[in-house]
């Protein structure tokens, strides 16, 4: 069975600063994806950023990037010049093959501070 | 265009009673998921429907629990006989391929 873990409950940081959220997982399989998922006060899960795992480069949106470590099993966050609106739950998740269930870690409770 | 949508937002109901939960997937997404969000147990999936095929219900915690998909489209999940422990956000997604898009959830207090 994957299981993720995300050993950082929760995680504060001053505004442009930059932060990285850990993730490490456990899968047999080698073809999969991760996610970063984030979910602010609203309820709302929002995609962060993807990667699917056959791919060697680090996938990055915007101030958003991920150190993707296969080997390790490690996939890293990290967020660049934060910003106040960057304050929520951010989840890391796995999902073996395509169209498959999400299986997720326990959560970074990230607030930035003006 | 708009996205996926849950009803109702919240729910309280009365421990015992039955509840049915609502999800509008993305128009032409044949991926339709269910999760529950709880403070003791984190998000965990509990039902995934993919075009025709038989679901999988391996996430269900118990018989209480069901979920339909009618017509490939909207998908209602169903708790019989409500108990304390099923309070939790009740998440929807729906999806193509490699990615799925959430709604808003449902929160359910069962008292």
């Known amino acids: 069975a994957q299981t993720v873990t995300q050993s950082q409950p929760e995680m504060s940081v001053q505004e442009a600063e930059t932060v990285t959220l850990s993730c490490t997982y456990d899968t047999s399989e080698s073809n999969y994806y991760l996610f970063w998922y984030k979910q602010p006060p609203s309820r709302q899960m929002i995609l962060v950023i993807r990667q699917e795992a056959y791919k060697q480069q680090n996938a990055t949106e915007n101030r958003f990037s991920v150190n993707f470590q296969k080997a390790a099993k490690s996939f890293s966050l990290k967020i660049s010049d934060s910003q106040l609106g960057d304050t929520a739950m951010y989840f890391c998740a796995f999902q073996w093959g395509r169209a498959q269930k999400l299986v997720f870690g326990q959560g970074t409770r990230l607030t930035i501070n003006p | 265009g708009a996205g996926v949508s849950q009803s109702p937002s919240n729910k309280v109901t009365e421990k015992g009673k039955d509840v049915e939960l609502r999800c509008d997937p993305i128009?032409?997404?044949?991926?339709l998921y269910w999760y529950r969000q709880s403070l003791g147990q984190g998000l965990e999936f509990l039902i995934y429907f993919q075009g025709n095929s038989a679901p999988d219900k391996s996430g269900l915690p118990s018989d209480r629990f069901s979920a339909e998909r009618t017509g490939g489209s909207v998908s209602t999940l169903t708790i019989q006989r409500t108990q304390q422990e099923d309070s939790a956000v009740y998440l929807c997604a729906s999806g193509e391929r490699d990615e799925q898009f959430f709604g808003p959830g449902t929160r359910l207090t069962v008292l």
């Open positions: 128009s032409g997404h044949t991926a």
